[in-house]
């Protein structure tokens, strides 16, 4: 799949006013803010959920203490992949075309095109999230209402009421989080850190965030979610997100939404020999994944 001089027909000829390149801007690395990027020098990474303790007892005295112990819970594996594309030009497209240098014109096209692909990528966690059929390390989708303990409970990290983005349904995800336990059944102070959204509820999430009073109402009252800082990053739009009416809660739970970084992302040409081809390529390893749960709260909307 070269391209040759027949597929540039037109930058053979004098004349033209403009050559328009799909030269368009992206949109921003917007996995960066959607996961916590870490580096790996392996084939594929992992993360081992321990169990803590139980709730420490009361010891009467002179009565012995109580032991109890702890154990490997689940593991999370980030599998690397490798997206990569290429292209190549023959010598006499090269030579002949008139308007700039091909090679450069379409290796922007490359980068674009990889960009795109790692977006998806990470993006589709999230777009996945509520999939029963996607699981992950405990056995259920990463956002779910059954999340299982080691005690024979439960706990959910999807608002309880599926609810388009309002103030109340922002309010009631944070008090939800507020009784999160671990796999023991104790508490766990897990806050939020960001909002994120489709690009649909880019104003909703900033009336919701930016404003010093409730919004949408007549009364004087304060915003107290902005009061609280209770979302202290804000909110940042995703545009690979699919459904319109799905909003994110990033928490601040020591691990939990990743992505693995195995090559930054690279760029090589060479010349074929024999058939006096121009080859150009591009290519970037990493993974995207959620160690623990507790690192997202969401809901799909109404």
Not at 64 to 71: G, L, P, V
Not at 145 to 158: A, C, D, E, Q, R
Not at 173 to 201: F, Y
Not at 273 to 297: C, Q, T, W
């Amino acid at each position: 799949m070269t391209i040759n001089r027949a597929k540039i027909r037109r930058l053979l000829e004098p004349g033209l006013n403009e050559v328009m390149e799909q030269d368009y801007k992206v949109y921003d690395q917007e996995h960066k803010r959607l996961f916590d990027i870490e580096k790996s020098k392996r084939a594929f990474e992992e993360d081992l959920m321990m169990s803590g303790f139980g709730a420490a007892k009361v010891k009467a005295e002179g009565a012995s203490i109580s032991f109890d112990t702890a154990q490997e819970m689940w593991t999370a594996r980030y599998n690397h992949e490798t997206i990569a594309l290429a292209f190549a030009i023959s010598r006499e497209a090269y030579e002949d075309n008139l308007y700039g240098a091909l090679g450069k014109r379409y290796g922007k096209a490359l980068s674009r095109s990889i960009h795109h692909t790692v977006q998806v990528k990470g993006a589709a966690i999230y777009n996945n999230a509520f999939d029963a059929s996607v699981t992950y390390g405990d056995g259920v989708a990463l956002l779910a209402s059954n999340h299982p303990t080691l005690t024979g409970g439960t706990w959910s990290n999807v608002l309880s009421t599926p609810s388009d983005l309002n103030e109340t349904a922002l309010e009631d995800a944070t008090i939800q989080m507020a009784a999160w336990i671990d796999e023991r059944g104790l508490l766990v102070n897990i806050k939020p850190k960001g909002l994120h959204v489709h690009p649909s509820n880019h104003y909703v999430a900033t009336r919701l965030l930016v404003t010093e009073k409730r919004p949408g109402t007549s009364d004087n009252d304060v915003n107290a979610i902005g009061y609280h800082g209770a979302i202290p990053e804000g909110h940042s739009v995703c545009n690979y997100f699919t459904d319109p009416d799905a909003w994110f809660i990033r928490t601040d739970a020591p691990n939990g939404m990743k992505c693995f970084e195995r090559r930054a992302i690279e760029f090589g040409a060479e010349d074929s020999f024999d058939n006096e081809v121009y080859k150009h390529k591009g290519s970037i390893r990493l993974s995207f994944g959620a160690s623990d749960p507790r690192g997202l709260m969401g809901s799909p909307g109404a």
